[in-house]
């Protein structure tokens, strides 16, 4: 199911703050939003100084092998979907190697101030010789001097943070040197979000998160209760899977209320495929 065909499906009743989970077969209470949210909102990440806009505008649906729905409309069609974003409100890109979409990023960055706009990457190196060299090629390949958020890409091991100590030392001196403002990880798997949760080093966290448990890494309420640890050491988390890699085609109005509540994300990402679906979220976000 395209992200088009979801997005323009006919709207959830949310009025309900009982919201079932159907790994656990048991509900979750979430609190009712007390306030007005727009899509471009001024966030700011965590202890990371990092002020941007409360959506993200990602660039891999199906992100595998330098390939993704997005990076499928090609460097124009991508890029001008971003500056359309832009144009918006949106002001954080988010982008991965895996997903092919640097140029897609660089294309956008040279029609926008580069200070107005919050980049986000992701590294699948595993080792520091290999970060060291991911960290100089998507600078190049993204057009850019610095990257603002990067971040280790997958992580599965609940020892994540000692068996890739290493990695994270080209990350904390490519900090103290400003090629990146702040470090983190994706997490996909309880353990690994525990570690991270745990862990000084994590400044910024990419965490699942939806009201069904769709594509997560465990169901809602034991999520929350890590990313409500993560929030509370001054960590910025930054909600994925909200939409549940489509799964909550039916119930998106749901997903994006569940993302808005109260104290447990600083900002989220999805991906859509064209300028009618991303500004359809745009406005769906400030009906929630």
């Known amino acids: 199911m395209k992200r088009r065909e979801f997005f323009t499906t006919a709207a959830y009743g949310v009025g309900a703050a009982w919201l079932g989970s159907k790994m656990t077969g048991q509900a979750l209470a979430m609190p009712e939003l007390t306030k007005k949210f727009s899509a471009a909102d001024t966030v700011v990440l965590g202890n990371t100084g990092i002020h941007t806009s409360r959506l993200a505008m990602g660039t891999g649906t199906v992100g595998v092998g330098h390939h993704s729905h997005q990076t499928a409309l090609g460097v124009k069609g991508l890029s001008e979907m971003l500056l359309n974003g832009y144009a918006h409100g949106l002001r954080f890109f ?15 960055l040279k029609h926008v101030p580069r200070d107005k706009v919050t980049v986000l990457t992701k590294s699948w190196a595993r080792d520091p010789a290999g970060m060291r060299a991911d960290l100089d090629r998507f ?24 068996r890739y100590k290493g990695v994270m030392d080209v990350l904390s001196e490519a900090k103290q040197k400003e090629i990146i403002r ?25 965490a699942r998160i939806n009201p069904t448990g769709a594509y997560m890494d465990a169901d809602p309420a034991t999520v929350i209760g890590v990313l409500k640890q993560m929030k509370a050491s001054g960590k910025a988390v930054v909600g994925m899977k909200i939409l549940g890699a489509g799964e909550l085609r039916n119930r998106q109005d749901e997903a994006l209320k569940h993302a808005l509540s109260p104290g447990l994300l600083d900002a989220f990402t999805i991906g859509a495929e064209s300028r009618n679906e991303q500004e359809d979220l745009i406005r769906r976000i400030a009906a929630a």
């Open 182 to 206: 702040a470090h983190g990880c994706s997490c996909h798997s309880i353990e690994a979000l525990r570690a991270a949760a745990a862990s000084p080093w994590v400044e910024v966290d990419l």
């Open 139 to 162: 600078r190049k390949e993204l057009g850019t001097d610095h990257i603002d958020i990067f971040l280790m890409h997958c992580l599965t091991e609940g020892n994540w943070t000692e």
């Open 94 to 108: 988010d982008a991965a190697d895996s997903y092919g979409s640097h140029p897609h990023v660089a294309e956008a």
